[in-house]
């Protein structure tokens, strides 16, 4: 089994910054993708940032010169800084991971339970 444990969400005003961390652990025998989605009531879940193992990343158009995502392969985390934050970034952030367990060896999703970041005044 896989898991992915977040923290760092919280209470930020407008203007402000604030760091996500993801990290796997469990059965992995390796790790493809990282990432982070986010959500807000009565929406899809939508794309932040994606970080390959080998560095390639992709951004949302909403957040990119924004955030940044960085990966540690070494110790399966993922970590997203957040800078220049609005309102409108007001969401629960999910983590997501393209991972392949030590059993099947073959590569499925996994989803955190989800972090509350709130930019407000």
């Known amino acids: 089994q896989v898991q992915l444990v977040e923290s760092g969400g919280g209470l930020v005003q407008p203007g402000g910054s604030l760091r996500l961390s993801c990290a796997a652990s469990?059965?992995?025998?390796?790790?493809?993708?990282m990432g982070w989605y986010r959500q807000t009531p009565g929406a899809q879940r939508e794309l932040v940032a994606l970080?390959?193992?080998?560095?390639?990343?992709t951004y949302g158009d909403s957040v990119k010169g924004r955030f940044s995502i960085s990966m540690d392969n070494a110790q399966n985390t993922v970590n997203l800084e957040m800078s220049a934050l609005k309102p409108e970034d007001t969401a629960v952030y999910y983590c997501?991971?393209?991972?392949?367990?030590?059993?099947?060896?073959?590569?499925?999703?996994?989803w955190g339970q989800g972090t509350q970041v709130t930019v407000s005044s």
């Open positions: 970080i390959m193992s080998g560095g390639s990343t």
């Open positions: 997501n991971a393209r991972v392949a367990d030590t059993q099947t060896m073959y590569p499925d999703t996994y």
């Open positions: 469990g059965s992995i025998f390796s790790v493809s993708v």
